[in-house]
């Protein structure tokens, strides 16, 4: 009986220290998840932002999650209510264990569904041809063309209106739309700025469009966000918002730049890099841009003799 006393004892006393160890690290735990939320939220460029374009899905964002809260919600506090009701030790719960079916629990679990997959789809609809990457942003200045070319592993811009090109910088004016045309001279790629417009997909042999616009100067990031070999995760690219006098500036520093943008640079710009610092060139060689779709449909269309491109090593 004593050595019983004694191990209840020392088992207390065991279980007080756990328990308080366990407190302890409760609270570490909800400080680090406490900063880790912090630290999300600071990243989370797409509830904050920059463009109107932007914008419209941050709302679009917030209206499908606040449709399907409609059935979340109640699920979780009707999961709450019943463990509260049928607990154990609650005698005054009806008790129906012959219950087989029930015509207003199927309506509920089989119309509230539909209702928000209804209402989910058209919200979607509209968003999608209101968000067409295609549709050009209404304004009384025109949009500045840039085409943009995605590279194992860097982003090469071109100006056609202005004659130069910058390798992982695109430099734009704030308060004027931003008319994008995007390809591949690699593997498919991921073209993003989350905090002016949406992700799509760039594509050798074809060109993709998007648009944005930033309301005002800043700096931003795009990356690369389709896996595309090993330096995927260094395929970042600065995107600088400028006032317009600002961006004839840059322009003009551009035009500064000793390097020209012919076959023979493109070329070599072409070959497998990482972690490439901005590079400006002061000329471009014309149709360059076309040209780099063409080498991957001649195989296609019948315009060119010789087999196709070998697919790039992704190593």
């Known amino acids: ?119 989910v789809g058209v919200l979607v609809w509209r968003s999608t041809h209101k968000l067409d990457p295609y549709r050009e942003i209404a304004s009384d200045v025109p949009p500045l063309d840039i085409q943009v070319v995605a590279q194992d592993w860097k982003w090469l811009f ?48 074809m060109q993709t469009r998007l648009q944005m616009l930033a309301n005002a100067p800043g700096k931003f990031v795009g990356r690369n966000t389709q896996y595309s070999g090993g330096g995927f995760s260094d395929q970042f690219f600065e995107v600088l918002a400028t006032a317009p006098a600002d961006f004839d500036a840059w322009v003009a520093k551009a035009k500064q730049a000793p390097g020209k943008l012919d076959a023979a640079a493109y070329a070599k710009l072409a070959e497998k890099s990482r972690l490439v610092p901005i590079a400006y060139y002061s000329a471009v060689e014309p149709r360059l841009f076309d040209s780099i779709i063409a080498k991957y449909s001649h195989g296609h269309h019948g315009q060119a003799d010789g087999p196709p491109p070998a697919a790039p090593d992704r190593r």
């Open 158 to 205: 071109i100006y056609p209106e202005q004659g130069v090109a910058v390798v992982n910088q695109m430099a734009i004016p704030s308060g004027r739309p931003i008319s994008l045309r995007i390809t591949s001279d690699t593997v498919m790629n991921s073209f993003y700025v989350p905090a002016l417009a949406g992700q799509i997909y760039a594509m050798a042999g």
């Open 1 to 119: 009986m004593e050595l019983h006393s004694q191990a209840r004892s020392l088992l207390k006393g065991t279980g007080g220290g756990v328990k308080q160890a366990f407190t302890k690290s409760h609270r570490w735990a909800m400080a680090v998840g406490a900063s880790l939320l912090a630290g999300a939220c600071d990243r989370a460029v797409i509830l904050n932002p920059k463009g109107p374009i932007a914008d419209a899905e941050r709302g679009l964002l917030i209206d499908a999650f606040s449709v399907m809260l409609i059935v979340v919600v109640p699920v979780i506090v009707m999961a709450v209510l019943f463990a509260w009701r049928y607990r154990a030790a609650n005698r005054n719960a009806r008790y129906e264990p012959t219950w087989a079916n029930s015509a207003r629990v199927d309506a509920v679990v089989w119309l509230v569904p539909a209702l928000i997959v209804i209402a």
